[in-house]
């Protein structure tokens, strides 16, 4: 049998898929804790062991080991552009759709305290962006003279105006700064072009941050670490969203990722108004749009999440029960390894889990809103518009394991209760039960056709 395995190297566990590509059948799946803080590999073939007992009657050959990452932190940004709602914006976008943490976002000529702080950050990629092509090019030209003298080998990618680079080229070759000019974010006013700035950020993190993180032994036991896991995430996304040339995909839909420290929301979605008369406003929208939530997670951020919610907000989830919610989610966040064991700690993680899913979704979509003027109530909208998404997908394990993953994600969409608010208004409740979301983004990288029958197998419809 011919195979192709794919691992997760998580911050938490290691994991892995196999899969027979012939028949287009997962034949394993497997886990362990991951262990970047000795030896990577020491989890990696503990996993490994897993799936050979499972599969031990069969005879496989693994055709392509293929491997995407969060460990060590995940892939750590920081992104500078010149407006703080324009290129600054654009800046935050193309790093979050390229499966990055973005840990600050800075905006105009930078400070030199902000030079500290960005090397006391110690981020994993800088990227670099600022003014439309033509446009302002002395603030860019700046910040990346500022930085060229302070950042030492921390790698930047330059997706800023046109008209600046040959300039900063000349000041980081200089200066030895490791660099990858890339297509400007917003080339014009509010237009997005994302995509250049989120490929030649895998570029580095391929070439440089693999190393860095004590991967690069992993990789001569497998054949690539080919991305961020967050973007392979995205990628499986995208695809069951869009299908491929021979098979048509199942439409727009947003996924809620729950992990122990942030909450992931990606949509697949143009988020055009659906409303006759409504005008858009601020800076496009990208189609494929991912949001990352740091104060919201099941352990580390546990207390965050109840400090962002509070009270109120989370009673509504807990069955009408006496729980001291706030000293609970101190407990968690304290103890992050908890497994629920007792009734009451599972209506614990479903509260959390709940109210995670709700504030994650109402901060990824758009908003519509009533200006009143001598013509009329004229209406704006801001962001996405989700209201005819056909699909909400719930995956991280706090959703699969959960008793009720439905109620959970129904629960959390509706506590969305402002009009305002443009959700899915009447989506179909699907699972990734397998967990099989970040496998499969890396498989259709080769296999494309195979990845969305996969997906359309496993991803489960729960009302």
Same mark, same amino acid.
């Given at each position: 049998?011919?195979?192709?395995?794919?691992?997760?190297?998580?911050?938490?566990?290691?994991?892995?898929?196999?899969?027979?590509?012939?028949? !287009?059948?997962?034949?394993?799946?497997?886990?362990?804790?991951?262990?970047?803080?000795?030896?990577?590999?020491?989890?990696?073939?503990?996993?490994?062991?897993?799936?050979?007992?499972?599969?031990?009657?069969? &005879?496989?050959?693994?055709?392509?080991?293929?491997?995407?990452?969060?460990?060590?932190? $995940?892939?750590?940004?920081?992104?500078?552009?010149?407006?703080?709602?324009?290129? +600054?914006?654009?800046?935050?976008?193309?790093?979050?759709?390229?499966?990055?943490?973005?840990?600050?976002?800075?905006?105009?000529?930078?400070?030199?305290?902000?030079?500290?702080?960005?090397?006391?950050?110690?981020?994993?990629?800088?990227?670099?962006?600022?003014?439309?092509?033509?446009?302002?090019?002395?603030?860019?030209?700046?910040?990346?003279?500022?930085?060229?003298?302070?950042?030492?080998?921390?790698?930047?990618?330059?997706?800023?105006?046109?008209?600046?680079?040959?300039?900063? &080229?000349?000041?980081?070759?200089?200066?030895?700064?490791?660099?990858?000019?890339?297509?400007?974010?917003?080339?014009?006013?509010?237009?997005?072009?994302?995509?250049?700035?989120?490929?030649?950020?895998?570029?580095?993190?391929?070439?440089?941050?693999?190393?860095?993180?004590?991967?690069?032994?992993?990789?001569?036991?497998?054949?690539?670490?080919?991305?961020?896991?967050?973007?392979?995430?995205?990628?499986?996304?995208?695809?069951?969203?869009? $299908?491929?040339?021979?098979?048509? $995909?199942?439409?727009?839909?947003?996924?809620?990722?729950? /992990?122990?420290?942030?909450?992931?929301?990606? +949509?697949?979605?143009?988020?055009?108004?659906?409303?006759?008369?409504?005008?858009?406003?601020?800076?496009?929208?990208?189609?494929?749009?991912?949001?990352?939530?740091?104060?919201?997670?099941?352990?580390?951020?546990?207390?965050?999440?109840?400090?962002?919610?509070?009270?109120?907000?989370?009673?509504?989830?807990?069955?009408?029960?006496?729980?001291?919610?706030?000293?609970?989610? &101190?407990?968690?966040?304290?103890?992050?390894?908890?497994?629920?064991?007792?009734?009451?700690?599972?209506?614990? !993680?479903?509260?959390?889990? =709940?109210?995670?899913?709700?504030?994650?979704? #109402?901060?990824?979509? /758009?908003?519509? =809103?009533?200006?009143?003027?001598?013509?009329?109530?004229?209406?704006?909208?801001?962001?996405?518009?989700?209201? #005819?998404? $056909?699909?909400?997908?719930? =995956?991280?394990?706090?959703?699969?394991?959960?008793?009720?993953?439905?109620?959970?994600?129904? +629960?959390?969409? #509706?506590?969305?209760?402002?009009?305002?608010?443009?959700?899915?208004?009447?989506?179909?409740?699907?699972?990734?039960?397998?967990?099989?979301?970040?496998?499969?983004?890396?498989?259709?990288?080769?296999?494309?056709?195979?990845?969305?029958?996969?997906?359309?197998?496993?991803?489960?419809?729960?009302?």
């Amino acid at each position: 049998m011919k195979a192709v395995l794919l691992i997760d190297f998580g911050s938490t566990y290691t994991k892995m898929t196999a899969v027979d590509i012939d028949n !287009d059948e997962i034949i394993a799946v497997a886990s362990s804790e991951t262990t970047v803080d000795t030896n990577i590999m020491e989890g990696y073939y503990k996993a490994f062991e897993k799936i050979e007992k499972q599969t031990e009657d069969t &005879e496989i050959e693994y055709v392509e080991k293929l491997a995407c990452s969060s460990a060590a932190g $995940g892939l750590k940004m920081i992104s500078i552009g010149l407006v703080q709602n324009l290129t +600054s914006e654009a800046a935050k976008r193309a790093a979050l759709g390229a499966g990055s943490k973005v840990y600050k976002t800075y905006s105009h000529e930078l400070s030199c305290r902000e030079i500290k702080d960005i090397v006391e950050e110690k981020p994993d990629i800088i990227l670099l962006a600022g003014g439309t092509d033509g446009g302002n090019k002395s603030c860019i030209v700046k910040n990346a003279e500022l930085l060229s003298g302070e950042i030492g080998d921390i790698p930047i990618v330059l997706s800023g105006n046109k008209n600046a680079v040959d300039h900063i &080229e000349n000041v980081f070759d200089e200066k030895g700064i490791y660099y990858k000019i890339t297509e400007n974010v917003m080339p014009r006013l509010n237009v997005l072009n994302v995509e250049p700035a989120r490929e030649a950020i895998r570029d580095v993190f391929m070439e440089k941050i693999i190393d860095a993180k004590g991967l690069g032994e992993a990789e001569k036991e497998i054949d690539n670490i080919m991305m961020p896991t967050p973007t392979a995430v995205l990628k499986a996304v995208n695809l069951l969203a869009d $299908g491929t040339n021979e098979e048509e $995909g199942i439409g727009e839909i947003l996924v809620v990722d729950i /992990g122990g420290a942030t909450t992931d929301v990606h +949509s697949i979605s143009k988020g055009y108004p659906t409303k006759s008369g409504v005008v858009f406003k601020g800076l496009q929208e990208p189609y494929a749009k991912r949001t990352v939530e740091g104060d919201l997670g099941m352990r580390e951020s546990a207390i965050s999440l109840y400090e962002s919610a509070g009270f109120v907000k989370m009673k509504k989830f807990m069955e009408g029960e006496c729980i001291d919610i706030k000293k609970r989610c &101190e407990y968690l966040s304290r103890n992050r390894g908890l497994i629920p064991q007792t009734e009451e700690d599972m209506i614990v !993680d479903e509260t959390i889990c =709940t109210t995670a899913v709700g504030m994650a979704i #109402e901060r990824h979509i /758009g908003v519509m =809103t009533a200006e009143y003027t001598p013509m009329g109530v004229v209406y704006s909208q801001e962001g996405k518009d989700l209201t #005819e998404t $056909g699909y909400v997908l719930g =995956t991280g394990g706090a959703i699969v394991k959960s008793r009720n993953p439905g109620k959970i994600l129904r +629960s959390g969409l #509706e506590s969305i209760g402002d009009q305002k608010y443009l959700k899915p208004e009447k989506p179909e409740y699907l699972l990734d039960r397998d967990y099989i979301l970040s496998a499969m983004g890396l498989l259709s990288e080769r296999y494309p056709n195979k990845a969305l029958k996969l997906l359309k197998k496993h991803i489960v419809n729960i009302g």
